[in-house]
């Protein structure tokens, strides 16, 4: 007997050495659902050249901008100010009242300057206190504000060399966490070090912005929190300040919004006014509505406001330029139901049904279904390929069916849209394996330990599983290239060529696709992007990927018209331009890694 438990470990251990590479080829669910919190470190220059670069601290009016904008309850902020050494810190503080946002502003309007600068030192501790004190849960961040200088003490014997290094790692370990560091550079005196603060900025694949001026700081931050948590931003028209009250429209879309802030910019105070939309006066501010004001904006938050037209009035001073923007932030997700968990064959049918919730809880509200459409997203883990198929929307949920086409395993994805926002539930993944039965032998009597040990059989036979072992390696390495993943992520605007507007910059992370996908899958799915059905994207080796366009849409890069057809590399920075040729719209893409 223990010679036949020799065999069957020998037989084992092959049988793991075949098998279990599979588990690292088969990509785990990920969420695809939108959290609404985040963790966000503050980093602001204080050193003496500030004094130049940002004289009128509009460093510390983005700061406190970017507080007010955060939710009233959950997420997490902290701030550190550097100039060659950490001057005033404050880790990660949850915010659970408008109280602890003033506590942070006054932190703020505390700060002081030193004499020297440098910028490693600062990025360097907000990883360290994203390590310490950040949710897993929440979206972590960094922002960075700051002329992006060094001015180093001689008397240190630190070298720039040293910095650099310093500062790279520091990078390097951002981009390991998937932490973006966002920049914005201050250029009052005009000496920012424009490409130093983009490329903190493009290595993490966030973003970076200019400003000289306050009035830059509502579509900066709007930005950021768009890249970030994919909010809506809504512009609204400028004023120009007579005196008088003049009337704007806000319009909530639906009653998911858990909060609308309208950030007010402006040189001089201004009074306001707010009608809900059943023409009722609401006190601002109140229980339903909070303001925040500073030297150089007024930001109004509106909590859980009702569905409709709003009324905002705005006095302000005679002549005085007034800039109004808005972004949403609302609480909405995907559910899928559970598929059962079984190994399914060719053939069998699964069904599918999906629905929308709000705060953990399926939606009450029906009639955001009413102009909402959805489909089931199947990839073919084996090559990465997606087929979409489309889900009868039945007035509270959407409804469906899924035949297994192979004896393959795949990714089921349900993803709803409608004009103003999508959602993807989790992905879940089933087992399509071939279910031929095996034959159980009868139990036959324990061999006697006087038989010889058949150890020819014993060889043979790993020597044969060795054999199936190569040629699997072979396939398993196949399969690996079609499961290849992306990294980064692809920026994309969006310009209408009948008015000359061009959208805002939508950030697609790329990490949740394996093999390959489509352009049309990254805009949302709308019909009358159908044709960028044809222009695919796959990863290929050193960070890159290949763009090959089969559409009627010509490709442009560097200003030159090329043919994709055949295959276009990209790599991190490259842009492209896509002009459709079914509709007059034009398609702008930067890859970031």
């Known amino acids: 007997m223990y010679k036949n438990k020799i065999g069957l470990i020998l037989l084992m251990l092959t049988f793991a050495m075949l098998f279990l590479p599979l588990a690292g080829l088969l990509p785990a669910a990920h969420a695809a659902a939108q959290s609404s919190k985040i963790d ?47 001057e ?42 994203l390590e310490d004190g950040a ?26 060399a040293q910095s650099d290094q310093e500062l790279n790692q520091a990078v390097e370990d951002a981009k390991s966490k998937n932490v973006p560091i966002y920049t914005i550079g201050l250029n009052a005196d005009g000496k920012l070090n424009k490409g130093a603060l983009a490329d903190l900025s493009k290595r993490t694949g966030a973003k970076s912005f200019e400003t000289s001026s306050a009035d830059d700081l509502p579509q900066i931050l709007s930005e950021i929190f768009a ?17 008088k009250y003049q009337e704007v429209t806000v319009n909530v879309p639906n009653a998911n919004v858990l909060e609308a802030n309208i950030s007010i910019m402006s040189s001089q105070p201004v009074d306001i006014k707010l009608t809900d939309p059943s023409g009722q006066s609401i006190p601002v501010p109140s229980n339903e509505v909070l303001v925040s004001k500073s030297k150089s904006y007024t930001l109004v938050k509106m909590l859980k406001p009702v569905q409709g037209d709003w009324k905002l009035q705005v006095k302000g001073v005679d002549k005085n330029k007034i800039d109004i923007n808005l972004v949403f932030n609302y609480d909405l997700e995907l559910a899928m139901d559970p598929v059962p968990q079984k190994t399914y064959k060719k053939g069998d ?29 199947v990839k073919d883990l084996s090559t990465g390929n997606v087929t979409e198929m489309p889900l009868t929307n039945a007035g509270d949920q959407f409804k469906g069916t899924y035949t297994v086409a192979d004896q393959k395993a795949y990714e089921l994805t349900v993803r709803a849209e409608e004009k103003s926002f999508y959602r993807e539930s989790d992905a879940v993944t089933i087992n399509g394996k071939a279910t031929g039965g095996t034959a159980v032998t009868p139990s036959q009597p324990e061999p006697k330990d006087d038989k010889p040990f058949p150890i020819w059989p014993v060889v043979l036979g790993v020597l044969l599983l060795a054999a199936i072992a190569t040629g699997g390696y072979f396939v398993l390495a196949a399969v690996k290239k079609a499961n290849r993943g992306f990294v980064g992520q692809l920026v994309i605007e969006i310009r209408d060529e009948n008015t000359g507007e061009k959208s805002h910059p939508q950030y697609k992370k790329l990490k949740a696709f394996k093999g390959k996908f ?7 799915l709308a019909p009358e992007f159908k044709e960028t059905e044809k222009i695919m994207f796959t990863p290929v080796k050193n960070d890159r990927i290949e763009l090959k366009n089969l559409a009627a849409s010509s490709i442009e890069k560097s200003g030159r018209t090329l043919d994709a057809s055949r295959g276009l590399e ?6 492209i331009t896509i002009t459709l040729s079914s509709i007059d719209k034009t398609i702008f893409i930067e890859y970031l890694v």
């Open 570 to 575: 990209l790599k991190s920075s490259d842009r």
């Open 349 to 377: 049918t699964i069904a599918i049904g999906a629905y929308l919730t709000s705060n953990g809880q399926k939606l009450k509200d029906n009639a955001l279904y009413s102009h909402m459409k959805a489909v089931l997203k």
């Open 88 to 129: 005033r810190e404050k880790a990660l503080l949850e915010i659970k009242s408008n109280a602890d946002k003033q506590d942070l502003k006054q932190f703020i309007d505390q700060l002081n300057r030193g004499t020297y600068t440098d910028i490693a030192v600062g990025v360097r501790e907000a990883i360290k206190v």
């Open 518 to 524: 489509n352009l049309h899958q990254l805009l949302q």
């Open 135 to 160: 949710d897993p849960s929440h979206e972590p961040m960094i922002v960075v504000l700051a002329d992006g200088n060094n001015a180093l003490n001689k008397k240190s014997n630190r070298t720039q």
């Open 227 to 243: 890249s970030h948590l994919k909010l809506n931003i809504v512009p609204i028209q400028s004023l120009t300040g007579n005196g």
């Open 40 to 86: 966000a470190v503050l980093v602001v220059d204080v050193s003496n050249s500030m004094n130049s670069s940002d004289k009128n601290k509009i460093g510390n009016e983005a700061m406190k901008m970017f507080i007010d904008m955060l939710s009233v309850q959950g997420d997490k902020v902290g701030i550190i100010a550097y100039t060659d050494r950490i």
